[in-house]
């Protein structure tokens, strides 16, 4: 007659190992699932880069000659330039600044370096630098 402690030992393991197989049916099929759309996204993500490739070359046949027709310039500033420049066009920081449409404070933080100018007064300064005295004169009188 077997041992009853054997029996009930032999008895809880296959228990046990029936219970953690049903738990893992489970996750190998969430697993596959999950395998299967990772997979299923790769091929559309080679794709779709596939056809962006394709579209920048066609772009760049289309787009190139208008590229050459319009170089783009990068307007530079300086702090010392424009204190220059507001001195060679005699005014003071308040015209200046109605000149270009900011206050007079913000021509004041530009000159001393604190801070820089947004790209559109970048432009207006640099409209600036083709006026003469006279030129200005009129557009703060208008």
Request: proline share 3%; no cysteine.
């Amino acid at each position: 007659m077997p041992n009853i402690g054997t029996v009930l030992k032999s008895e809880i393991s296959r228990v046990s190992r029936k219970e953690v197989r049903g738990e893992t049916q489970a996750l190998k099929k969430s697993i596959s699932q999950y395998r299967t759309q990772i997979a299923d996204l790769k091929r559309r993500m080679q794709a779709l880069e596939q056809q962006v490739k394709r579209l920048r070359k066609v772009t760049v046949k289309a787009g190139a000659p208008e590229a050459e027709v319009e170089p783009q310039t990068k307007i530079r500033f300086s702090a010392k330039s424009l204190v220059a420049q507001r001195r060679r066009l005699g005014l003071s920081a308040a015209a200046l600044a109605r000149l270009l449409g900011v206050s007079a404070l913000s021509v004041y933080k530009w000159e001393s370096g604190n801070t820089r100018p947004r790209a559109k007064q970048i432009e207006a300064i640099a409209a600036l630098r083709s006026m003469g005295k006279r030129d200005v004169a009129q557009q703060l009188e208008g």
